[in-house]
């Protein structure tokens, strides 16, 4: 007997002794982050952050500010946690998904992000971008800055550096046969983060830097001086010229994992979570929660705090979805005790 209880104490522990370390980094070396999966742990901390009746009042409340992305965003995550959400938010939200109503928001979005390269929907982020990717959104914004930087106004180096890399990414991207469009794709989404006020300070500040190495202003300056920058074909032309000169090699990766982000959850929520984004490691840790929880990835970084797979697999959350497994497993024996006594009852009264 003495031997079963060291045994099943044996079995208790070892798992939290295991994930104690791993959380604790003493077997990085040896277990790689992938091999603990992190699905069971994002849930059990989602059982204690939230609720169906909570995710209900979220959805509501994103459909009455017109947000639809945000109450499916929601809807999702209580699917993804088995939560139930109240009938009369589903059916609400089952309206706005109907073809008319999807189509009636997506067009003037997708045609308002287009024209001035700014949004606040995953239409608009989309007519954003294919501005930028047919060089019109570079160009514009080139003329824009442009127009400040030679009459020696305030201008955005951040806007106008983004601009003149994208037109040298878009070079790239017919040069290589479309192999730079990821790199180009990032230049947009980074672009747009930045107009809808979604970069943080730091990570700006970093990206500046980046420019600043990778553009020369001064020469630029000189350059859009010689320019009609209200001639879109002549800007484009000088400046193409111009952007075969600039050196892309520290700003590409980083491009290249917000693509990668984008291609996880889309245009708009990379927009919106890049505002979690401080250096390049966070955006790396972001970018491989996306790619595990999608579209949910925002809402459960603002539910739980958390902003990486590993931040979940702690000590705490394995105990709670332990005591989720022995709670349905003590209800499912005390359902089918309940069950043995009404059935021995019946056979009672039967006799």
């Not at 982050?33 to 169906?52: H, K, N, W, Y």
């Not at 003329?143 to 400040?148: I, N, P, Q, R, W």
């Not at 705090?305 to 209800?331: C, D, E, H, P």
Request: hydrophobic share 45%; proline share 2%; no cysteine.
């Amino acid at each position: 007997m003495k031997l079963f209880f060291d045994v099943l104490i044996f079995l208790l522990l070892a798992p939290v002794l295991f994930i104690f370390a791993y959380q604790n980094g003493y077997l990085d070396a040896y277990v790689p982050e992938d091999a603990v999966p992190a699905d069971p742990f994002i849930r059990a901390e989602l059982t204690q952050a939230t609720s169906g009746s909570d995710l209900s009042r979220r959805i509501d409340k994103a459909l009455d500010a017109g947000n639809f992305d945000d109450a499916t965003m929601y809807a999702d995550i209580a699917d993804y946690m088995g939560a139930t959400i109240e009938p009369g938010t589903a059916a609400r939200l089952a309206r706005e998904k109907t073809l008319t109503s999807t189509a009636m928001r997506n067009t003037g979005s997708f045609f308002e992000g287009f024209v001035t390269g700014e949004g606040s929907d995953t239409a608009s982020f989309m007519g954003a971008i294919t501005s930028d990717l047919t060089v019109i959104g570079d160009v514009r914004d080139i003329g824009s800055e442009g127009t400040k930087l030679i009459n020696g106004q305030e201008y955005s180096q951040f806007v106008l550096g983004l601009s003149v890399v994208g037109l040298a990414a878009t070079t790239a991207t017919i040069a290589t046969g479309g192999g730079a469009l990821p790199a180009k794709i990032g230049v947009s989404l980074i672009k747009i983060s930045k107009k809808a006020g979604t970069l943080t300070i730091r990570f700006t500040r970093d990206l500046t830097r980046m420019l600043g190495e990778a553009v020369n202003f001064e020469r630029l300056g000189r350059t859009l001086k010689e320019v009609n920058l209200t001639d879109s074909a002549a800007t484009r032309h000088a400046i193409a010229d111009y952007a075969n000169g600039v050196s892309m090699a520290r700003l590409t990766p980083v491009f290249k994992d917000v693509a990668a982000l984008e291609k996880s959850v889309g245009p708009a929520e990379t927009v919106r979570l890049l505002k979690y984004v401080e250096n390049g490691d966070d955006l790396a840790h972001i970018t491989k929660m996306s790619g595990k929880l999608g579209t949910k990835t925002r809402g459960i970084i603002e539910l739980t705090g958390k902003t990486s797979l590993r931040a979940f697999k702690t000590v705490a959350n394995l105990i709670l979805w332990a005591a989720g497994w022995a709670w349905a497993l003590i209800a499912a024996v005390g359902a089918g005790f309940v069950g043995s006594l009404r059935r021995r009852f019946r056979r009672r009264r039967a006799a």
